[in-house]
């Protein structure tokens, strides 16, 4: 991480660079994607103020302290920013732990329908439809429908009689024969 140390209306001295690189660097420990800090240091009358703020992927956090020691400003603004990443790194957490909860389910749930699907089982709640097909527009006749039964591959057929124009359905038995449903 790239730390940058400045100082305002107040020379930074070695050992006060070399406590801020020490404490700045134990925040690594939170989050490995921090980029860098940039600390200000600043002096006004008795006031010793530490401004630091870390910049990371998607974060940026800052922490403000003023005591009567710079080392202690040092201190309790490395403190409160370590609190704050804390906080977001227990977020971040979170989300992701209930992301991956989410598609854990999901994955086990797609699993046991395709097994159901493969063992025979069918879900009732979502039939599937596997093909579509309209009735016959022009009405026929029952001869006619028996006709188009035998040269299509289908079942049965639905279609308008054209005798009292409503729909009917014709379809083959299992005994070589063919049943009309009037409707």
Same mark, same amino acid.
């Given at each position: 991480?790239?730390?940058?140390?400045?100082?305002?209306?107040?020379?930074?001295?070695?050992?006060?660079?070399? =406590?801020?690189? &020490?404490?700045?660097?134990k925040l690594d420990k939170f989050l490995t994607k921090l980029l860098e800090a =940039?600390?200000?240091?600043?002096?006004?009358?008795?006031? =010793?103020?530490?401004e630091i703020?870390?910049?990371?992927?998607?974060?940026?956090?800052?922490?403000t302290e003023t005591t009567s020691d710079m080392y202690a400003s040092i201190d309790k603004a490395v403190t409160s920013l370590e609190e704050q990443l804390r906080?977001?790194?227990?977020?971040?957490?979170? =989300?992701?732990?209930?992301?991956?909860?989410?598609?854990?389910?999901?994955?086990?749930?797609s699993i046991s329908a395709i097994r159901g699907y493969f063992k025979g089982e069918r879900d009732t709640a979502t039939p599937r439809i596997v093909e579509?097909?309209?009735v016959a527009e022009k009405p026929m006749s029952v001869e006619e429908a028996v006709e188009?039964?035998?040269?299509?591959?289908?079942?049965?057929?639905?279609?308008?009689?054209? &005798?009292?124009?409503?729909?009917?359905?014709?379809?083959?038995?299992?005994?070589?024969?063919f049943g009309l449903i009037k409707t």
């Open positions: 991480m790239n730390v940058v140390i400045t100082g305002r209306h107040f020379d930074v001295t070695d050992p006060i660079k070399a =406590h801020a690189n &020490e404490k700045i660097s =940039h600390v200000i240091l600043s002096v006004e009358k008795f006031r =010793h103020i530490a703020t870390v910049i990371g992927k998607n974060l940026k956090i800052t922490s906080k977001f790194h227990d977020k971040s957490r979170a =989300h992701n732990a209930k992301e991956s909860r989410k598609i854990k389910d999901l994955a086990l749930k579509t097909k309209g188009e039964l035998n040269i299509s591959r289908s079942e049965f057929i639905v279609f308008r009689s054209s &005798e009292d124009n409503r729909i009917n359905v014709i379809y083959k038995r299992k005994d070589g024969g």
